[in-house]
């Protein structure tokens, strides 16, 4: 089983419509959690980072943590053409660096 | 403000030669990060340091593989006769004193092995 899961996707949402990608991970000892956005060719950037058990609200992005259910979510409301790219999830399980997902590859459809 | 600094961003190497790929962290950070990426796929971790210690490398492959981060200077991952399935980006990040979790990255280095 991997640590951190998460739907390679694509998954597609049309602009203007909420995207939402799930991630769950099998350490319970993680205790902190990361989405990464990845242009293709490019690095990956940091958009959220989220500790506590609820939702973290910046701008458009909402992160939501369950540890209970290991389930980890990233919201995109109004999503835009800018927003394809693949977003990685990271959970840190205090091995002294990150376990990443695989990913999941969003189009928004103009 | 400078950001993460990698170089070179591409690489060609043919196999059996010797690859190496530097990382120069944000101002202020300590801790260095080495991550591989192959073609979509996901990042796999491969060494954590801070200045002249390896913390962790557990994602590095026993053989061929190195990485170090000196006193003075950018960390360096070494890779000795190279094997085309080395080809990969290998992405460097790295993260301040106390907050490991919190992690930049750099753009990266595409090595391409013939």
């Known amino acids: 089983q991997k640590e951190v899961e998460q739907n390679s996707g694509p998954l597609s949402v049309p602009e203007g419509a909420i995207a939402s990608l799930n991630c769950t991970y099998s350490?319970?000892?993680?205790?902190?959690f990361f989405w990464y956005r990845q242009y293709s060719g490019k690095s990956p950037e940091l958009i959220m980072s989220?500790?506590?058990?609820g939702d973290k609200e910046d701008g458009r992005f909402t992160a939501q943590l369950n540890k209970a259910s290991q389930y980890v979510s990233l919201l995109i409301r109004d999503s835009q053409p800018s927003d394809s790219a693949t977003y990685l999830c990271?959970?840190?399980?205090?091995?002294?660096?990150?376990?990443f997902g695989s990913g999941t590859r969003l189009q928004v459809q103009p | 403000n400078a950001g993460v600094m990698q170089n070179p961003r591409h690489l060609v190497r043919r196999r059996g030669q010797e690859a190496r790929l530097r990382c120069s962290p944000m101002?202020?950070?300590?801790?260095v990060y080495w991550y591989r990426q192959l073609p979509e796929e996901g990042l796999k971790f491969m060494v954590y340091?801070?200045?002249?210690?390896?913390?962790?490398e557990s994602g590095m492959p026993k053989e061929r593989f190195s990485a170090e981060f000196p006193k003075e200077g950018p960390s360096i991952l070494r890779i000795q006769q190279v094997v085309r399935g080395d080809s990969a980006a290998y992405f460097c990040?790295?993260?301040?004193?106390?907050?490991?979790?919190?992690?930049?990255f750099g753009p990266g280095t595409r090595l391409l092995v013939l």
């Open positions: 990040a790295s993260s301040p004193v106390g907050s490991r979790e919190t992690q930049y």
């Open positions: 350490d319970r000892v993680s205790q902190s």
């Open positions: 989220i500790y506590s058990n």
């Open positions: 990271a959970s840190d399980t205090g091995r002294r660096a990150l376990t």
């Open positions: 101002k202020g950070h300590s801790h």
């Open positions: 340091l801070q200045k002249e210690n390896i913390i962790d």
